[in-house]
C-alpha cells in the first residue's frame, strides 16, 4: 500500500468488539484477568494499553519499522533512547539540534558519567574521526533545528554501522511523509509527536521506531519501567493526527516553499535556509532523501536583532510562538527563545545570530501567508 492509504488505514482497523472506526480511547488504568495469570493481552495500562498501542503499531508502520513506542513528549522518547547508555559511555550529537536536546545531554545525562560533543557532520568524514572507542550514541536531526542544514543520512549511518555505533534520527521536522531514516540506515527514529504527527497543536507527545529487536525490548523495558508514558487521550490524538498527514505535509511544503522563494526575492534578507531552495548547496542532497521541501524554515533578516523584532511583531496571521508542525503558521526568534538554552558563545559559533527568524509555516491559504510576510518585511526595513 502506498503513503496515503496506510496513513490513513494504520493502527485503524475496526474495533473487534462493536465495529467502531474510531479507535475507542481505553481510559482503565488496570484490566480484570480471567484467572491469576491469564489476561485479555492488557494488566496495567504503564505496561500496555490498546490505544497506545494503535499509536505504536502506526508510527512504526509509516517509518517503515518493525516496532514502535509511544512516550509522554518528544523529550520522555529521546530521555528512554539515552537511557540504553552507561557510565563512561560518548555520545556525538551533530550539528544544530533541538535546544531541549542539546539541554538534555549537557544538563542531566553529563551529570551520569555521559560525556558529549557536538560535531560538523555536514561531511561524514569529518564525524568518522571524531568517534572514539567508547562512542555509543550518535544523534542528529535533517533538517536541522533551526538553521535546516541538511545532513547527509546514508553517509552518517555508513560510518556509523562500520563504527558499531547507534545512529539516532530525530525525525521531527521531515515527519515520516517526507523522509524515513530506518530506510537510510538509521538504528532508531525519534519524533515529537507534538508537533507534525498530532499536527493542531492540542497534545504533547514522542514515539521512537526501530527495526532492531533486541533495541526495541531495552526500550520498551525503559518505558514501563521509567513510566513515560502517554495518556490514551493524547494517543488518540496522534493517532488522529496521522491520517492527514500526507494531506497537510503537501500543503506545509507548498507554502513554505512559496515563502522561501518571496524572502530570497524581498532583497531584505542575508540568507534564507530552506532545503528544497534550488540554490541551496545541499539541495541535490536533500531531494535525495526527502519527497518535499517541509514546512520549516529560517532566515537572516537585514537590519538585526531591530529589524528581526519588528518583523516579528508586523506578522498578522503568524502568530509569534515556539512550537511548530501544527496547521496554523507561527513564526518564532531562535536566539532569544527556542535556542536560549545553548550558551550565547555556542549559539553564535553555530551561526544561531540575533538576525536570524524562524517559520511554521502552516496550511493557511498560500496567497495570505505570501502577503503577510511582505508586509512584515516591508514594516521591519
Ligand atoms: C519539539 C521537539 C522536540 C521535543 O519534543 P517535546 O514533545 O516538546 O518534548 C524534539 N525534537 C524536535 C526536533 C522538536 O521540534
Known sequence: MRFATRAVHAGHEPDALTGAVTPPIYT???????????????EYSRSGNPTRDRLERAVAELEGGKFGLAFASGLAAETAVASILKKGDHVI??????????????????????????????????????????????????????????????????VCKKRGVTLAVDNTFATPYLQNPLKMGATVVVHSTT?????HSDLIGGAVVTSSKALYERLKFLQNATGSIPGPFDCYLALRGLRTLHLRMEQ??????????????SGKTLSVNYPFLPASPTYKLAKSQMKLGGGMLSFRIRGGYKAAS????????????????????????????????????????????????????????????????????????
Open 28 to 42: 482503565s488504568s488496570t484490566f480484570a484477568q480471567e484467572e491469576v495469570g491469564k489476561t485479555k493481552g492488557y
Open 93 to 158: 550529537i551533530c550539528n544544530d539540534v533541538y535546544g531541549g536536546t542539546y539541554r538534555l545531554f549537557d544538563k542531566v545525562f553529563r551529570n551520569y558519567g555521559i560525556p558529549f560533543e557536538r560535531v560538523d557532520a555536514t561531511d561524514p568524514a569529518n564525524l568518522q574521526e571524531s568517534i572514539r572507542p567508547n562512542t555509543r550514541l550518535v544523534w542528529m536531526e535533517s533538517p536541522t533545528n533551526p538553521l535546516m542544514l541538511i545532513l547527509d543520512i546514508r553517509g552518517i549511518a555508513k
Open 195 to 199: 508537533k507534525y504527527i498530532g499536527g
Open 252 to 265: 506545509h511544503s507548498k507554502n513554505a516553499s512559496a515563502v522561501a522563494f518571496l524572502l530570497v526575492r
Open 310 to 381: 519588528r518583523f516579528l511583531k508586523s506578522l498578522e496571521v503568524f502568530a509569534l510562538g515556539e512550537s511548530l508542525g501544527g496547521v496554523e503558521s507561527l513564526a518564532e526568534h531562535p536566539a532569544k527563545m527556542t535556542h536560549s538554552s545553548l550558551p550565547p558563545k555556542e549559539r553564535e559559533k553555530i551561526g544561531i545570530t540575533d538576525d536570524l527568524v524562524r517559520l511554521s509555516v502552516g496550511v493557511e491559504d498560500t496567497k495570505d501567508l505570501v502577503e503577510d510576510v511582505t508586509r512584515a518585511l516591508r514594516a521591519a526595513s
